[in-house]
C-alpha cells in the first residue's frame, strides 16, 4: 500500500488538525476530539449535527459552516463516532434552540446518535434527528436495516442548513428534513475497491473488467456485478432505476452527479453529460447541479448519481446562501 500517512492510529487525528490549521478562519476543532466546530456560531439557532466514520470526505466537515452544519464528528475510517463523542458535538453546538442530528442510515450511527440524544435530553437539550436513506439499491445490507445513506446527504445538510439560518425551529426543521429525505433518490457503482488506510487491504475484489452495481459507501454487496460498458450505458441503467423510484414527471430537480475519491472530473462530466440529456427528453428541469467528489470512500473508483425532486420551499432553501471549504454559495 502507497499512502502518504503517518502512524496509522493517527490517520484522523492528524486530518482534523491539518483541515483545521488550514481553515481557521472558519472551523475551530474541539479539544480532544475528532469534531469539527463552526467558527462563528449563531445563537439562538437550532444547532446542525451530522458525522460518521471517516473515509468520506468532504464529507461531513468539509460542510461545517454559515448555511449548513455546525458540527461534524467524526468516527475512525469506515467507524462510526462514540455516543459520547456524538454528545460533546450537541453540546458544543447547542444555543438554546435545540439540536438536529442529521444522521445517515447505518446501524452504527443511528444507535450512537441516538444514544448521545438521550444522554443530551438529559442535560435539558431538546434533540431532533432525521435520519437518511436515499440509496435505492438495496433495502438491508452489511451495517444498515433499511436502505443506506449515502451522497444524497449532501443535500439534506444544505436544506436543513439553510432553513436553520433562516430561524426555523427544531420541530419545523424535523418536519422539513423528513420531506427532502423523501424526495431524495441515490444509486452508485464502482470501478474498484478502495484501500482501507488502517489495515492496507482492498475493501472487496472485482476483475479487471468488472464492475459492482449499488454497492455501499463502505464497499458493501451491492445488487449484481457486470462487465464494464460505457459511461453511457452505465448512466442509463442508474437513471433508470432513480427514476423509477422517484416519480418525476415534469417537475422540477437538483442532480449529483458524485465522484467516489478516484474518478477524475472527466469522468464524471461525461456521466453528468448523459443525465442532463435523459432528464431532458423527460421533460424534467434540471435546476441545480453539484459534479465532484461530495461523498467519497477512500480511495474507491466509481460514482453515483442523486436526484432530487424540488417543491418551491425546497427549491428557495436550496439556493440560499452557504460558506463552507466544500461548498460555498449554491
Given amino acids: ?7 496509522k492510529k493517527n490517520i484522523v487525528k492528524e486530518m ?18 475528532y469534531i469539527i466546530l463552526r467558527k462563528e456560531k449563531k445563537n439562538g439557532k437550532v444547532g446542525l449535527v451530522s458525522g460518521g466514520g471517516s473515509g468520506h470526505e468532504p464529507s461531513h466537515a468539509g460542510f461545517v459552516g454559515y448555511g449548513m452544519l455546525d458540527a461534524a464528528v467524526a468516527g475512525e475510517i469506515f467507524t462510526s463516532p462514540s455516543a459520547d463523542k ?10 438554546g434552540a435545540g439540536v438536529l442530528l442529521i444522521i445517515k442510515n447505518y446501524s452504527g450511527d443511528v444507535m450512537n446518535f441516538e444514544m448521545a440524544a438521550e444522554m443530551a435530553e ?11 436513506d436515499d440509496d435505492i439499491a438495496v433495502e438491508n445490507s452489511t451495517y444498515t436495516v433499511g436502505r443506506r445513506g449515502i451522497a444524497g446527504t449532501v443535500f439534506v445538510h444544505k436544506i436543513l442548513g439553510a432553513a436553520a ?3 426555523y425551529s427544531l420541530e419545523e426543521l424535523e418536519k422539513l428534513g423528513a420531506r427532502v429525505v423523501k424526495n431524495i433518490k441515490t444509486m452508485g457503482m464502482a470501478l474498484k475497491p478502495c484501500t482501507v488506510l488502517t489495515t492496507g487491504k482492498t475493501s472487496f475484489d472485482l476483475e479487471e473488467d468488472e464492475v459492482e452495481i449499488g454497492l455501499g459507501i463502505h464497499g458493501e454487496p451491492g445488487t449484481h456485478r457486470e462487465k464494464i460498458q460505457s459511461a453511457d ?4 441503467y442508474l437513471l433508470e432505476k432513480i427514476l423509477n423510484e422517484s416519480d418525476i414527471a415534469d417537475e422540477k430537480v437538483a442532480v449529483l452527479v458524485n465522484g467516489l475519491g478516484e474518478t477524475t472530473l472527466i469522468e464524471l462530466f461525461i456521466i453528468n453529460n448523459k443525465v442532463a440529456d435523459i432528464l431532458d427528453l423527460k421533460n424534467i428541469n434540471v435546476v441545480k447541479t ?9 480511495d474507491m473508483g466509481g460514482f453515483s448519481i442523486t436526484i432530487l425532486k424540488l417543491d418551491k420551499e425546497i427549491e428557495e432553501l436550496l439556493g440560499e446562501k452557504s460558506d463552507t471549504i466544500a461548498l460555498k454559495t449554491f
Fill in 122 to 132: 438529559m442535560d435539558g437539550i431538546k434533540v431532533r434527528k432525521v435520519i437518511v
Fill in 290 to 298: 453539484l459534479v465532484g467528489n461530495y461523498m467519497t470512500s477512500l
Fill in 86 to 95: 456524538v454528545y460533546e458535538g450537541i453540546k458544543a453546538v447547542d444555543s
Fill in 233 to 236: 450505458r452505465h448512466t442509463e
Fill in 165 to 167: 439560518e433562516k430561524g
Fill in 1 to 7: 500500500m502507497k499512502k502518504l500517512i503517518n502512524e
Fill in 16 to 33: 482534523v488538525e491539518g483541515m483545521i490549521k488550514a481553515y481557521p478562519q472558519k472551523l475551530e476543532g474541539l479539544k480532544g476530539t
